[in-house]
């Protein structure tokens, strides 16, 4: 079965600083993969999202991520993290031609000045 | 352009007592349809989704059930909360291709049972 699993629960990072959020996924096949970004009380937003192609995704906000088949992994990057990136950042993955995401378990974000 | 709403913003409810969560979809005909619950802290969760008016199909079963009565209107409810029932509840549509499309989200309905 399909799955994903975002190894830290919480980073901490300085403005400024770069960023790395993890993302590992179990799927057999294909996988559509995507990082969606909740702000505190609201839904969630795409960030970028991964078709099979270039492995490397540009997203918003200058956010971008890296697909690896061989680490079955998505992480998510950004050059230099600003105080607005507080956040909760979920990695998700979808079947193809499925009809069910299965998301991660988010990681928070906090970001110090 | 296409926008979400759901209803109502939050709602505070006695155990065993009935829920009515709604969600509308305008400017976008036919799209697919999508529950998520989210606990306090935790990771989204599907619940249901709908290709279409009238048939839904559930994911996982929480004691709660959907309906779509409308192309643009995906509604989720219970007879009778429970405890578990508390959390964050997302509605979301994508485009009918499936969902490797991106999905759009509505802002959430917080519910708390007490």
């Known amino acids: 079965a399909q799955s994903v699993t975002q190894p830290d629960a919480r980073v901490t990072v300085s403005e400024g600083a770069s960023l790395q959020l993890r993302c590992k996924y179990s799927y057999f096949g294909t996988p559509y993969l995507f990082w969606y970004v909740q702000y505190p009380r609201q839904g969630l937003q795409l960030l970028l999202k991964?078709?099979?192609?270039?492995?490397v995704v540009q997203g918003v906000n200058g956010f971008e991520a890296e697909f690896s088949k061989s680490n079955s992994s998505f992480h998510l990057r950004k050059a230099s993290v600003h105080w607005s990136d507080w956040a909760v950042y979920f990695c998700?993955?979808?079947?193809?031609?499925?009809?069910?995401?299965?998301f991660g378990s988010g990681t928070r974000l906090l970001v110090s000045p | 352009a296409q926008t979400i709403h759901q209803w109502p913003v939050a709602e505070i409810k006695a155990v065993g007592s009935p829920l009515s969560l709604g969600c509308t979809i305008k400017?976008?005909?036919?799209?697919?349809l999508y529950w998520y619950w989210q606990a306090t802290g935790g990771t989204l969760q599907q619940l249901f989704y709908s290709i279409t008016v009238g048939q839904v199909e559930s994911v996982v079963q929480l004691n709660l059930s959907a309906s779509r009565p409308k192309d643009d209107q995906f509604i989720l409810s219970t007879e009778k909360l429970l405890l578990s029932h508390s959390g964050f509840y997302l509605c979301?549509?994508?485009?009918?291709?499936?969902?490797?499309?991106?999905?759009?989200f509505g802002h959430g309905t917080k519910l708390s049972v007490l």
């Open positions: 400017g976008k005909s036919s799209p697919n």
């Open positions: 998700a993955v979808s079947m193809t031609g499925g009809y069910k995401v299965v």
């Open positions: 979301a549509w994508s485009l009918a291709q499936g969902s490797n499309e991106r999905l759009f």
């Open positions: 991964y078709y099979p192609g270039d492995p």
